[in-house]
């Protein structure tokens, strides 16, 4: 088991920053990689930026590539979105999650954080 609290989301206008933080506890040694994905109201969750636990390569989407920057603190076992330039699209609710080296998914997921950019 994973548990993972996620921070930080909240209302900022378009053009600010906001940073948001998970951390992991439980079962924590065995971690593939962590990412954030975002759900819009009625659509599935998308992936947003991932990261490779052991070396820390990070993977974007395209809509958020130059925007946003993902990393991680293997030993506090947090991953963190710092997210720039915010556009009233990336209004999303944002989760957090975790892929352990034998799943070819992410199996643990957070709570979610809401993210909302005004115009």
């Known amino acids: 088991q994973v548990h993972l609290v996620e921070s930080g989301g909240g209302l900022v206008q378009a053009g600010g920053s906001l940073r948001l933080s998970c951390k992991a506890s439980?079962?924590?040694?065995?971690?593939?990689?962590m990412g954030w994905f975002r759900q819009y109201p009625g659509q599935d969750r998308e992936s947003v930026a991932r990261i490779i636990w052991s070396d820390g390569s990070a993977l974007y989407d395209d809509s958020v590539e130059g925007r946003f920057t993902i990393s991680r603190d293997k030993p506090k076992y947090t991953v963190d979105l710092q997210m720039n330039s915010l556009e009233p699209e990336d209004t999303a609710v944002y989760f957090c999650?975790?892929?352990?080296?034998?799943?070819?998914?992410?199996?643990?997921w957070g709570q979610g954080t809401q993210v909302t950019v005004s115009s």
């Open positions: 999650a975790v892929r352990h080296i034998w799943q070819s998914s992410y199996d643990y």
């Open positions: 439980g079962n924590v040694r065995s971690i593939g990689a």
